[in-house]
């Protein structure tokens, strides 16, 4: 089965058009990665200040491979890099152990 990793990011709410705005203008970039299968950005709506980023991979090799190729060329970039809109990050990693989709 699948792996999820969900990177919870604490945004203030002055920052958070900034995040959502960043993460509509990198549409596509993980989209091609070899073993990658879904992708969320879960905007907060009561009670806390943190963003869910969320994505689904067919194996951990899959997204350590993203991580050490696109994903670390696109984070380093070239000069200046805008200041992060999160205060915070926490990395959570899951293993898919049942899943359901709606039934025809």
């Known amino acids: 089965m699948s792996i999820v990793k969900i ?3 604490t945004v203030p709410e002055e920052q958070r ?4 705005k960043r993460f509509a203008s990198r549409a596509g970039s993980v989209e091609n990665s070899d073993g990658f ?3 969320e950005l879960l905007r907060p ?4 200040d943190q963003y869910l980023v969320y994505t ?11 991580m050490e190729g696109s994903m670390k060329t ?3 970039g070239g000069g200046e890099r805008p200041k992060s ?5 926490t990395l959570w990693s899951f293993e898919v ?4 989709a709606p039934k025809a």
């Open 7 to 9: 990177n919870a990011l």
């Open 17 to 20: 058009e900034v995040l959502e």
């Open 37 to 39: 299968e879904w992708f």
């Open 45 to 48: 709506l009561e009670g806390t």
């Open 56 to 66: 689904r991979w067919r194996d951990e090799a899959a997204f350590q491979a993203w």
């Open 74 to 76: 696109a984070h380093q």
């Open 85 to 89: 809109a999160a205060t915070g990050s």
């Open 97 to 100: 152990v049942q899943q359901a």
